[in-house]
């Protein structure tokens, strides 16, 4: 993953640029036809609010990027591509409309480094972007085979033939594998090649396309279908679920082949996240709720659930947390066990055992890693954004140097429905591990401190003498190449 956004290094891969200038999201998927042999379909989302918009000989505002695409093998290029990608036309620049941006590549089989530049021209002081990854094209002629999956946003049938048209159908795709709450259905398209060769001509087989969870690694009923399926050179599939009600977390879609005994003779998978907020909690009911037979009736210890639910607050909302303390006030070990049963319920209702020993298991970690004999790592500033967002996409560390405190940047590629976010943490004691977070541009935390402010509070003051106004060059840069 890099500051472009990047979930998986796949099929799929979805970014957003690093600059502040330009919002961009991409991936790609191969595919196969006898006539053109491989190619590759590449796709853009441009966040129309961060392009610029100027007027055209038309009289309207529209942007304009340059986008450039370079394959490359043994230091060569062996495709290149170089286009204008134009928004909409618009009256006024008030609203500006996102555009998509669709291309078809025919490759070799065979191992590319692939470069993407992206360039706003309207934007003088826009830096270029620069994107690399290694891409694999290499389609499988004697087994059965997949496309890659592309997620769709919608469809239609088409009405007049165009770049999104594909087998009777307008396909607008859907430019990430992050499915927030406020999308309700999961549609995909993908294609399968070989079954006739594999299985024979006119053969029946099923076909079966389904939701598992990353942990579970089983499919999800709920989201599961099967169908009877004839072999063909070509088998186009697209489908969709309703996800409304499918909870947060990392997921696989997968594609399976089934033979007539049932057997998985081939398969695709493709990852997504999903982001659906929890129920809410009916305090007014919480005595209501019966924790028989479930995996809080035998916890009885109420110095043990104590802890439990006081390792909870990285987690909590403000109502969360007040009911935390009126369970801890009534010492009434019945009402803490209806609690805690409560608040694993309300984050997975099939399964909350499972979710609370994961998150217990990261309590462990943390505690592990950032813990000392005054703070429990839950307890610091760095346990609980690991708690609260996950694990950091990659950390910048420096340790003490030139008059310079400790500091750690944290950066994440997205938490909760932001993406690109920055977490800085500073030791004031030089050593140990109480590192403090001095600032934050995510929602709700630490912000608002400038640079040069937020780099003088990490300088020791005790050993600044005359030059106190002098910066560290080494953490300028480090936050700078943040974005800060």
Known sequence: MRKLYVFILLTLISWQSMSSDLSVYYYYAPFYNSEVGNYLETYLTVIGNTAVFKKNENGKYQATLEVTMLFNQDGKVQEFKKYNLKSPEVNDTISKPNFIDLQRVNLKEGLYNFELKIKDLQNVSAKEFVFHDIITINHKKNEIDFSGIEYLEKYSPTMQPNTLSRNGYDMVPYVADYFPSNIKTFTFYAEIYNTSVVLGEGQEFLLQYYIESI?????NPKYTKTKKQKTAEIIPLMGEFLIDGLETGNYNFVIEIRNKENKVIASKKSFFQRSNPKEKINWEALNEISVMQTFVESITSIDTLKEYID?????????????????????????????????????????????????????????????????????????????????????????????????????????????????????PE????????????????????????????????????????????DLLDDLRKEGL
């Open 215 to 219: 942990s579970q690694k089983t499919p």
């Open 311 to 427: 390792e909870l607050y990285p987690i909590s909302d403000g109502a969360e947390l007040t009911y935390a303390q009126n369970a801890f006030k009534s010492k009434d070990i019945s009402y803490m066990q209806k609690y805690f049963y409560a608040f694993w319920k309300s984050r997975s209702n099939s399964l909350p055992e499972e979710e609370w020993r994961k998150y217990r298991e990261q309590v462990l970690y943390v505690n592990k890693l950032y813990g000392s004999q005054i703070k429990k790592g839950y307890e610091t500033d760095r346990g609980r954004v690991y708690l609260q967002y996950g694990a950091p996409s990659y950390v910048t560390e420096r340790v003490s140097s030139n008059n310079v405190n400790p500091y750690e940047i944290w950066h994440f590629y997205i938490i909760d429905k932001q993406k690109d976010r920055i977490f800085l943490f500073f030791n």
């Open 430 to 473: 030089i050593m140990g591990k109480d590192y403090r977070l001095v600032y934050s541009d995510a929602k709700g935390e630490v912000c608002g401190n400038r640079l040069d402010d937020v780099a003088r509070l990490l300088w020791r003051t005790k050993s600044m003498s005359e030059d106190s106004n002098r910066i560290d060059q």
